[in-house]
């Protein structure tokens, strides 16, 4: 099973985009776990994850996130994707950098 982390201001406003993700996994028969925390929380909660996914309003800390979680991928999700709230396109954004 991959673990898919999603970090943002405050884990809140994430949520609803996590729901329509786990609704696409569903679709895909893709097993993984989709959770969304504050930043705050990278290094506790993302530290084993196979990828980590930032809102658009934290992509300035991908460094320091990158940082606190070596040898697991993050990104920033685009505006755009993250603003539709595209969980489809959000996962297989989170899928792609699995693959590397």
């Given at each position: ?25 569903k ?15 990278a ?58």
């Amino acid at each position: 099973m991959k673990k898919i982390v999603l970090l943002c201001a405050s884990g809140m406003s994430t949520s609803m985009l996590v729901k329509k993700m786990q609704a696409a996994a569903k679709e895909q028969n893709f097993d993984c776990s989709i959770a969304a925390y504050s930043a705050s929380e990278a290094a506790t909660k993302a530290a084993d994850a196979d990828v980590v996914l930032l809102g658009p309003q934290i992509r300035f800390s991908k460094d320091k996130i990158a940082a606190q979680v070596p040898g697991v991928p993050v990104e920033a999700i685009d505006m755009r994707m993250y603003g539709r709230m595209d969980g489809q396109g959000v996962l297989a954004l989170a899928q792609q950098l699995m693959e590397g």
